[in-house]
């Protein structure tokens, strides 16, 4: 089972290069998002969707965009890359939305590690 | 902004102990609560939720404590393989863009 695939694994950017985050899952899921993990702190909510066209930010979406055109896809898009952005970005889904079915299981990728110099 | 606390440790344990850590949260109406498991350089997976009543799932129990506000994981018979980042997750209400994840809480079990 594929689960949740984030591409690329590794990636180093220049300040104000622009770039993209690609997240696919096969599991049907309705919700999916992206966070960020920094060194000494917890991870925080960019941006996330609840399904194919639907899109909402998160804690922390200044410099981030979304889209959801299908259900299996939710890409992130850096614009304009700054070293502020570096960091471990991993995406995430989950079967249901409302907080009485949320099961709290969230299935991460394996990461993506963005440096920005 | 309502905020999840851990002892970000390390806990260095010998095998075979039982070592215990606890999560605070500030948010009084905070509905559900998990623990998730953070291998080095992987990514999160969930261990198991944290029921009112407690919850056990072979040698791993949790316990809410509503009254303080604080989650606890309990670790029995140790092993090597325990050794990873504990991260407290707690949800605030609506869905899954409602949770809050702590800096987690980092383990070393050592032979």
New interface residues.
């Given amino acids: 089972n594929a689960g949740v695939t984030q591409t690329p694994k590794f990636q180093v950017l220049k300040t104000g290069q622009s770039m993209t985050l690609q997240c696919a899952q096969d599991m049907n899921h309705e919700y999916m998002s992206w966070y960020r993990q920094d060194p000494g702190m917890g991870l925080r909510l960019i941006h996330y969707s609840v399904g194919a066209g639907i899109t909402d930010q998160g804690e922390v979406p200044n410099g981030y965009n979304v889209s959801r055109s299908t259900t299996e896809d939710f890409p992130l898009r850096l614009l304009s890359a700054a070293p502020s952005q570096t960091s471990v970005y991993f995406c995430a889904s989950s079967y249901s939305l409302g907080a009485s079915m949320f099961t709290g299981e969230l299935f991460f990728g394996e990461g993506s590690r963005l440096t920005v110099l | 902004r309502k905020e ?1 606390e851990q002892d ?1 440790g390390p806990f260095n344990v010998p095998e075979g102990a039982t070592v215990a850590f606890n999560c605070t949260y500030s948010n009084s109406a905070s ?2 609560f ?1 623990w998730y498991r953070q291998d080095c ?6 261990l198991m ?1 944290v029921y009112s009543s407690g919850n056990e799932d072979g040698r791993f129990t949790a316990q809410l404590n509503r009254a303080s506000q604080y989650i606890s994981l309990l670790i029995r018979d140790s092993k090597l393989s325990d050794s990873a980042t504990y ?1 407290c ?1 707690v ?1 605030s ?12 809480t980092h383990l070393i079990i050592q032979p």
């Fill in positions: 999840v970000p509905q559900s998990f350089r992987k990514e999160p997976k969930l939720s991260l997750v949800n209400g609506g869905g899954a863009d409602g949770l809050t994840f702590g800096k987690g």
